[in-house]
C-alpha cells in the first residue's frame, strides 16, 4: 500500500523513508500539506510539504507520534495510544510536539473524530464521565456536550462527528 496525492490531474507518490513505503496518508490542508501513517511503530507518522520535503514525527514519549487532522494554519492533531488503548491528544505547532490543552487534561482517554481550522476537536470519552459522552476539546477542560443541551430535552449524546469552522458540532 502507498499513499499518492492527486492535483492538477497527475499523481504523485509520497515516496519511502529509510526504505519502507508509507503507508497511508489521512487528511492534507487546503495549502497541501499532507499528514499520514509510515507503517513503523519506530517511525510514527510524517508529513509532507507541498515542496515535497518530508517529516517523521517519531515518538511522544514511548509511543509513536499519529496524525489524526492538520488545519489550514499548519496545526496538526496528534493522537498517541497507552497500553490500555486510551488515546491521548498532542499538537504539533512550529515543530514543537505539547499536550493538548493544559497537562491534566492530556492524560484524558479522548477519541477524536474530527477537528476545524481553530484547533477544537470533537469525539468522545470515558474519563471523567463514566459512560461514553459527546465531548469538543480546547485548549482548555474538555466539555461534556451533554452540560449543554436543556434538561429533559432528549436523550444522552455519546458522540459528536463533526465540527466547522464556525463551531458548529
Known amino acids: 500500500v502507498r499513499p499518492f496525492i492527486y492535483s492538477d490531474g497527475r499523481f ?3 515516496g519511502e523513508f529509510d526504505g519502507t513505503a508509507r ?3 489521512v487528511g492534507i490542508s487546503n495549502v497541501g500539506v499532507i499528514i499520514g501513517d509510515n507503517g513503523r511503530s519506530d517511525l510514527g507518522g510524517f508529513i509532507a510539504g507541498p515542496d515535497g520535503t518530508v517529516t517523521n514525527l517519531g515518538m511522544v ?3 509513536p507520534a499519529s496524525p489524526f487532522a492538520i488545519a489550514d494554519n499548519g496545526l496538526v492533531l496528534i ?3 497507552d497500553i490500555g488503548s ?7 505547532e512550529q515543530g514543537r510536539i505539547s499536550a493538548y490543552g493544559r497537562p491534566s487534561t492530556s492524560d484524558l482517554a479522548v477519541w477524536p473524530k ?5 484547533g477544537q476537536v ?3 470519552s470515558r474519563a471523567g464521565f463514566g459512560q461514553p459522552q459527546a465531548v469538543l476539546f480546547t485548549d482548555a477542560e474538555p466539555i461534556n456536550l451533554n452540560a ?3 434538561a429533559g430535552s432528549f436523550g444522552r449524546l455519546t458522540n459528536a462527528n463533526g465540527i466547522n469552522d464556525s463551531g458548529a458540532i
Open 12 to 14: 504523485s507518490d509520497l
Open 23 to 25: 503507508k497511508s496518508a
Open 61 to 63: 514519549g514511548e509511543r
Open 79 to 81: 493522537t498517541t495510544t
Open 86 to 92: 486510551n488515546v491521548q491528544l498532542h499538537r504539533l
Open 114 to 118: 474530527a477537528m476545524n481550522n481553530s
Open 122 to 124: 470533537v469525539g468522545y
Open 148 to 150: 449543554r443541551i436543556p
